[in-house]
């Protein structure tokens, strides 16, 4: 891979992982200050769901940062962009449309293939 490209990934990953930190830093500091006591329980009820929903949605980027982490670790490393199933490298195409990926396309498929095989 160019070095050109690698450093377009470089920051691309960067800023998402800044983005992604923000919001985090934000949903917690959200997290803390009180509440109002709502009387009515359908009000409760409907706050407790909007919670638990961002909070899944943060456990989500919480699995997505770490991703991340380990893309910029393996661009320092020099393995970006080198599937880790096969050893050939991952096409400039699929690192655009998932730039955190680890196996290029044709291992990738062949692990779902598997994994619907065994069902899980």
Do not use: W
Not at 6 to 35: C, I, R, W
Not at 61 to 72: D, R
Request: some cysteine; glycine content about 4%; overall charge positive.
């Amino acid at each position: 891979m160019r070095k050109k490209d690698v450093e377009y990934f470089k920051k691309l990953l960067t800023n998402h992982l800044n983005g992604l930190l923000e919001q985090a830093d934000d949903t917690v500091s959200g997290m803390t200050t009180p509440k109002e006591n709502f009387p009515d329980p359908t009000d409760r009820a409907s706050l407790e769901a909007d919670r638990n929903f961002m909070l899944r949605i943060r456990d989500r980027e919480s699995k997505l940062i770490n991703k991340i982490k380990k893309t910029l670790d393996r661009i320092e490393n020099g393995t970006f962009g080198i599937c880790e199933s096969c050893g050939e490298n991952i096409t400039t195409k699929r690192l655009k449309a998932r730039p955190v990926t680890e196996q290029c396309i044709e291992c990738k498929t062949k692990e779902e293939a598997q994994e619907k095989a065994l069902g899980i």
